[in-house]
């Protein structure tokens, strides 16, 4: 059975569930089993992500929101997240399925990690069994 640790940001908790249903409801159809680890923000999934690595986990899932605000900071943790979570999937060959989810408000956020519209957190899981399958398949 592949199994898939997902790294949930709960830094806007209202729409950490969304996206966090999201990604459940995708790997539970896929017949995937989880663990799930919860980080405060978007800048610490990269740190979680290095820790968590290991042969236990087949794929990995990420999950937050990044909401622009009045300062450059919205930039910096967009860009360094992403930044980190993808030096560690090219250096270390993961399959990954990105769900940080960047807006510029609250409204576009909730749609995009309800279920019901844009579902961006179960498109993170497929995403990821998608790169896993990919893996095993160059692997063979």
Known sequence: MTHVLIIESRFYDHISDGLLDGAK???????????????????EVPAALKMAMSDKYDAYVVLGCVIRGETSHY???CNESARGVYD??????????N????????AQALARARRSEKDKGGGAAQAALKMLEIKRQLAS
């Open 75 to 77: 930039d910096l943790v």
């Open 88 to 97: 560690l999937v090219l250096e270390h060959e993961l399959a990954l399925g």
């Open 99 to 106: 769900g940080i989810i960047t807006v510029e408000n609250e």
């Open 25 to 43: 409801h995708a790997l539970d159809d896929a017949g995937a089993s989880y663990d799930l680890i919860t980080v405060p923000g978007a800048f």
